[in-house]
């Protein structure tokens, strides 16, 4: 039998776009308590995040058709606030007036208030995290419904939302890309992270039952076997990490601040990106209901 999962890869874009957006939020804040004089990376991060996002609830929206055939369905949806769902488009409500209200006054080189970054970070994270959630609310789906998911997407958007920032400084402006080197670190450390949680993931869900089984099997060794293994562990986490770790610890000052290696971050952060999408599609791809038998 063939089963069908109840999303397909317009929902892993949203999740990947939300996620995103939040990230690079986050990012921008950290770089105004961190590093202030970082004023072009600040603004690239502050210029993505309401774009992704908005274009990630146009998707998520025309998915759900959600108030295009059925209006009273959308309706419903912001006054059932025992619904993930609705915490969902609470979170992202509040977080895109944030994120506007903090784009203008960028551009018009006001300077944003520590409160608003940290009302704006703190939503910010609840989307990363509601992004896993929503997911986990289809219970017959061993791979989704497991505590670890928005854990894992959140560090995903994370290092997803840095990796924007930080490749789009690497070609636009190499003097700030090297001065944020407590930024680089972080960013680092997030997809070795990411590797111990989808290991622990994969090891939970394959355990809990035989659909949370065959969901994993098709994950390392089926179906999507090549996605998972050549694309998102391969081009999505270790080669990242090998290409920043040399950089980093291993490669002279000179080198680092050099303009092939700031090519090499580039693709390393690209490779960030493309893992970040292939983790939510494959996660979304690879599930498998438990069989329900009626008597």
């Known amino acids: 039998m063939v089963y069908e999962p109840v999303w397909g890869p317009v929902i892993a874009w949203y999740l990947f ?18 590093h ?15 774009i992704v996002v908005a274009i990630g609830l146009v998707l998520l929206m025309l998915d759900a058709e959600a108030g295009f055939q059925n209006p009273m369905r959308f309706i419903y949806l912001l006054t059932n606030f025992t619904s993930v769902m609705t915490w969902g488009v609470v979170f992202l409500s509040a977080f895109m007036v944030v994120a506007l209200i903090a784009l203008v006054l960028n551009l018009r080189k006001i ?11 703190v939503l910010a994270l609840c989307v990363a995290v509601y992004t896993g959630a929503l997911l986990g609310v289809c219970n017959t789906y061993p791979l ?9 997407f959140l560090v995903s958007a994370m290092s997803t939302g840095m990796a924007i920032v ?8 190499a003097d700030e890309f090297n001065r944020v080197g407590v930024l680089k ?4 450390c997030l997809p070795i992270i990411e590797l111990v949680l989808i290991a622990s993931l994969l090891f939970i869900t394959s355990s809990n039952s035989e659909a949370g089984f065959a969901s994993v099997v098709s994950l390392v060794s089926g179906n999507w076997a090549v996605l998972f293994w050549v694309g998102l562990i391969g081009v999505g986490l270790v080669i990242p990490t090998v290409l920043e770790t040399w950089l980093l610890f291993f490669s002279a000052k000179e080198f680092e601040e050099s303009r092939l290696a700031h090519g090499i971050s580039l693709a390393s952060d690209v ?3 493309i893992g970040g999408f292939l983790l939510r599609l494959l996660i979304v791809l690879a599930a498998l209901p438990v069989t329900i038998i009626v008597p």
């Open 271 to 273: 490779g960030v990106l």
């Open 144 to 152: 989704w419904n497991n505590a670890l998911l928005p854990i894992l």
């Open 166 to 173: 930080l490749g789009i400084a690497a070609v636009g402006h």
């Open 185 to 188: 670190k972080f960013h680092f």
């Open 36 to 50: 202030p004089e970082a004023t072009f990376m600040r603004k690239v991060g502050y210029i993505i995040t309401p």
């Open 111 to 121: 300077t944003i208030p520590t409160w608003l970054d940290v009302i704006g970070v």
């Open 17 to 34: 776009l939300a996620g995103l957006g939040a990230g690079a939020f986050v990012t921008s804040a950290f770089l105004g308590w961190r």
